[in-house]
Protein backbone atom coordinates (compact mmCIF):
# COMPACT_ATOMS: atom_id res chain seq x y z
CA UNK A 1 0.00 0.00 0.00
CA UNK A 2 1.31 3.50 -0.60
CA UNK A 3 1.95 5.66 2.01
CA UNK A 4 0.13 8.71 1.86
CA UNK A 5 1.72 11.87 3.35
CA UNK A 6 -0.10 15.18 3.94
CA UNK A 7 1.54 17.97 6.13
CA UNK A 8 -0.27 21.07 7.47
CA UNK A 9 0.37 24.52 9.37
CA UNK A 10 -1.62 26.98 10.87
CA UNK A 11 -1.22 30.56 12.12
CA UNK A 12 -3.64 33.53 13.51
CA UNK A 13 -4.19 37.04 14.45
CA UNK A 14 -5.99 39.88 15.18
CA UNK A 15 -6.27 43.54 16.02
CA UNK A 16 -8.14 45.72 17.41
CA UNK A 17 -7.36 49.40 15.26
CA UNK A 18 -8.08 52.90 16.98
CA UNK A 19 1.52 38.57 -7.84
CA UNK A 20 4.60 35.22 -8.09
CA UNK A 21 4.94 33.55 -11.46
CA UNK A 22 3.50 29.50 -10.19
CA UNK A 23 4.82 26.52 -11.49
CA UNK A 24 3.01 24.48 -13.70
CA UNK A 25 -0.10 23.35 -12.08
CA UNK A 26 -3.00 21.35 -13.66
CA UNK A 27 -6.45 23.14 -12.75
CA UNK A 28 -8.44 19.31 -13.48
CA UNK A 29 -9.95 20.14 -9.86
CA UNK A 30 -8.88 23.16 -8.29
CA UNK A 31 -12.07 25.43 -7.96
CA UNK A 32 -13.87 21.85 -6.96
CA UNK A 33 -11.80 21.08 -4.01
CA UNK A 34 -11.93 24.81 -2.78
CA UNK A 35 -15.84 25.24 -2.89
CA UNK A 36 -16.39 21.69 -1.55
CA UNK A 37 -14.10 22.94 1.38
CA UNK A 38 -16.01 25.76 1.75
CA UNK A 39 -19.13 24.14 2.27
CA UNK A 40 -17.37 21.21 4.32
CA UNK A 41 -16.47 24.15 6.73
CA UNK A 42 -19.75 25.85 6.61
CA UNK A 43 -21.46 22.43 7.71
CA UNK A 44 -18.92 22.14 10.50
CA UNK A 45 -19.50 25.25 11.48
CA UNK A 46 -23.32 25.05 11.79
CA UNK A 47 -22.57 21.82 13.68
CA UNK A 48 -20.70 24.05 16.41
CA UNK A 49 -23.68 26.89 16.42
CA UNK A 50 -21.21 29.30 13.98
CA UNK A 51 -22.06 31.37 11.41
CA UNK A 52 -20.77 30.70 7.91
CA UNK A 53 -18.25 32.08 6.05
CA UNK A 54 -18.54 33.67 3.00
CA UNK A 55 -16.12 33.26 0.15
CA UNK A 56 -14.51 37.01 -0.17
CA UNK A 57 -12.36 37.65 -3.41
CA UNK A 58 -9.46 39.80 -1.68
CA UNK A 59 -9.11 36.10 0.74
CA UNK A 60 -8.74 34.33 -2.40
CA UNK A 61 -6.39 36.99 -4.14
CA UNK A 62 -4.17 36.45 -0.91
CA UNK A 63 -3.84 32.52 -1.04
CA UNK A 64 -3.39 32.33 -4.68
CA UNK A 65 -0.95 34.75 -4.60
CA UNK A 66 0.80 32.63 -1.59
CA UNK A 67 0.23 29.36 -3.13
CA UNK A 68 1.46 30.09 -5.93
CA UNK A 69 4.64 31.64 -4.28
CA UNK A 70 5.13 28.18 -2.11
CA UNK A 71 5.17 26.42 -5.34
CA UNK A 72 7.69 28.37 -7.17
CA UNK A 73 10.58 28.34 -4.03
CA UNK A 74 9.44 25.13 -3.36
CA UNK A 75 8.59 25.91 0.65
CA UNK A 76 5.85 25.06 2.41
CA UNK A 77 5.63 28.33 5.18
CA UNK A 78 3.15 30.94 6.35
CA UNK A 79 6.33 33.25 5.81
CA UNK A 80 6.92 35.78 3.29
CA UNK A 81 9.97 35.68 1.15
CA UNK A 82 10.51 39.51 2.55
CA UNK A 83 10.12 38.44 5.87
CA UNK A 84 6.94 40.07 6.63
CA UNK A 85 4.19 38.49 8.87
CA UNK A 86 1.52 36.18 7.11
CA UNK A 87 -1.12 38.94 8.44
CA UNK A 88 0.95 41.94 7.06
CA UNK A 89 1.10 39.51 3.64
CA UNK A 90 -2.58 38.63 3.54
CA UNK A 91 -3.51 42.86 4.13
CA UNK A 92 -1.99 43.38 0.99
CA UNK A 93 -5.08 41.88 -0.39
CA UNK A 94 -7.53 42.37 2.86
CA UNK A 95 -6.96 45.52 4.04
CA UNK A 96 -7.48 47.08 7.43
CA UNK A 97 -8.25 50.29 6.69
CA UNK A 98 -11.51 51.57 8.13
CA UNK A 99 -11.93 48.66 10.68
CA UNK A 100 -12.07 49.31 14.17
CA UNK A 101 -11.28 45.15 14.46
CA UNK A 102 -9.20 43.36 12.05
CA UNK A 103 -7.98 39.72 12.14
CA UNK A 104 -6.86 36.65 10.18
CA UNK A 105 -5.89 33.27 10.41
CA UNK A 106 -4.49 30.93 7.68
CA UNK A 107 -4.57 27.38 7.52
CA UNK A 108 -2.24 25.58 5.06
CA UNK A 109 -2.13 22.06 3.61
CA UNK A 110 -0.34 19.65 1.17
CA UNK A 111 -0.81 15.81 -0.28
CA UNK A 112 -1.38 13.48 -2.84
CA UNK A 113 -2.97 15.12 -5.84
CA UNK A 114 -5.84 12.52 -5.19
CA UNK A 115 -6.39 14.08 -1.72
CA UNK A 116 -10.82 14.96 -1.69
CA UNK A 117 -12.21 17.77 0.06
CA UNK A 118 -13.41 15.27 3.05
CA UNK A 119 -10.00 14.08 3.60
CA UNK A 120 -8.28 17.86 3.57
CA UNK A 121 -10.79 18.39 6.05
CA UNK A 122 -10.87 15.75 8.30
CA UNK A 123 -6.79 16.49 8.25
CA UNK A 124 -7.58 20.10 9.29
CA UNK A 125 -10.32 19.20 12.26
CA UNK A 126 -7.66 15.91 13.58
CA UNK A 127 -5.21 19.22 14.38
CA UNK A 128 -6.20 20.64 16.96
CA UNK A 129 -4.48 24.29 15.98
CA UNK A 130 -6.06 23.96 12.57
CA UNK A 131 -9.50 22.80 14.23
CA UNK A 132 -9.35 25.86 16.46
CA UNK A 133 -8.37 27.99 13.44
CA UNK A 134 -11.55 26.42 11.49
CA UNK A 135 -13.86 26.70 14.85
CA UNK A 136 -12.97 30.36 15.11
CA UNK A 137 -16.46 32.63 15.94
CA UNK A 138 -15.32 35.27 14.63
CA UNK A 139 -14.28 34.95 11.10
CA UNK A 140 -16.93 36.11 8.69
CA UNK A 141 -15.09 35.73 5.72
CA UNK A 142 -12.42 33.26 3.73
CA UNK A 143 -10.12 32.60 0.40
CA UNK A 144 -8.88 29.15 -0.46
CA UNK A 145 -7.16 28.24 -3.08
CA UNK A 146 -6.12 24.47 -3.76
CA UNK A 147 -3.82 24.03 -6.56
CA UNK A 148 -2.37 20.55 -8.01
CA UNK A 149 1.29 20.95 -9.08
CA UNK A 150 3.37 18.38 -11.02
CA UNK A 151 6.92 17.93 -9.57
CA UNK A 152 6.98 20.49 -7.32
CA UNK A 153 10.07 21.76 -6.00
CA UNK A 154 11.54 21.79 -2.71
CA UNK A 155 9.97 20.59 0.11
CA UNK A 156 7.18 19.14 -1.93
CA UNK A 157 9.94 16.59 -2.83
CA UNK A 158 9.28 16.79 -6.62
CA UNK A 159 6.14 14.67 -6.33
CA UNK A 160 2.76 15.33 -8.11
CA UNK A 161 0.67 17.35 -4.66
CA UNK A 162 -1.77 19.48 -4.18
CA UNK A 163 -1.51 22.66 -2.05
CA UNK A 164 -4.09 24.50 -0.60
CA UNK A 165 -4.06 27.78 1.15
CA UNK A 166 -7.27 28.63 3.53
CA UNK A 167 -7.14 32.77 4.82
CA UNK A 168 -10.03 33.54 6.98
CA UNK A 169 -10.56 36.98 8.13
CA UNK A 170 -13.02 39.40 10.41
CA UNK A 171 -13.19 42.84 9.47
CA UNK A 172 -16.06 45.54 11.61
CA UNK A 173 -16.38 49.02 11.89
Known amino acids: MKRRVIILLS ?6 AAGAGAAPERSEHHAG ?13 AQHGLAP ?5 SLRL ?6 RLQVKRGAFTHDSPDGSSFSDRIARFYGQRGFSRWGVG ?3 LYGPVAMTPEEALRVWLDSPAHRK ?9 IGIVALAVSQAPGE ?3 HDVVV ?10
Open 156 to 158: FGG
Open 106 to 108: ENL
Open 11 to 16: VAAAFS
Open 33 to 45: IAMHLVEGINAMR
Open 164 to 173: ITSDFGIRSR
Open 62 to 67: AALAHT
Open 53 to 57: VRPTP
Open 133 to 141: ILLEPSWRD
